[in-house]
């Protein structure tokens, strides 16, 4: 079974960083697009940040764009999602995921993604 890890998540304060990373075997790591997606209670998970395999392109979503930036690190098989400034309503769990996103314009839809870790849950206090 493919795992996805992901670590990093906590609580801050409003205004601070984190930064969340994301673990993935070699093989689904160089092969697939990584995203960053976020669930809220009782809502859809939603796509926050994704890079295509070879790193060249890379999707945000309006509500993170200028706060979040999601890089990539061959040496160690991770995707990191560096939050900053963050808010209250960025509080969610967050999951990473990877995948042969085919598509552009998709790499911020779950759907796309076949793969997923367990989470991490991040909560910003105001």
């Known amino acids: 079974q493919v795992q996805l890890v992901e670590s990093g998540g906590g609580s801050v304060q409003a205004g601070k960083s984190l930064t969340l990373s994301c673990t993935a075997p070699?093989?689904?790591?160089?092969?697939?697009?990584i995203g960053w997606f976020r669930q809220f209670p009782g809502k859809e998970r939603e796509g926050v940040a994704a890079?295509?395999?070879?790193?060249?392109?890379?999707q945000y979503a309006d509500s993170v764009k200028g706060r979040f930036t999601i890089s990539r690190d061959n040496i160690g098989n991770t995707v990191s999602l560096q939050m900053n400034s963050l808010k209250p309503e960025d509080t969610a769990r967050y999951y990473c995921?990877?995948?042969?996103?085919?598509?552009?314009?998709?790499?911020?839809?779950?759907?796309?993604?076949?793969?997923w870790g367990q989470g991490t849950q991040v909560t910003v206090s105001s």
């Open positions: 995921a990877a995948g042969p996103v085919y598509d552009s314009n998709r790499y911020l839809d779950p759907d796309e993604y076949m793969y």
């Open positions: 070699w093989i689904i790591y160089s092969t697939n697009s």
């Open positions: 890079l295509s395999t070879d790193g060249t392109l890379t």
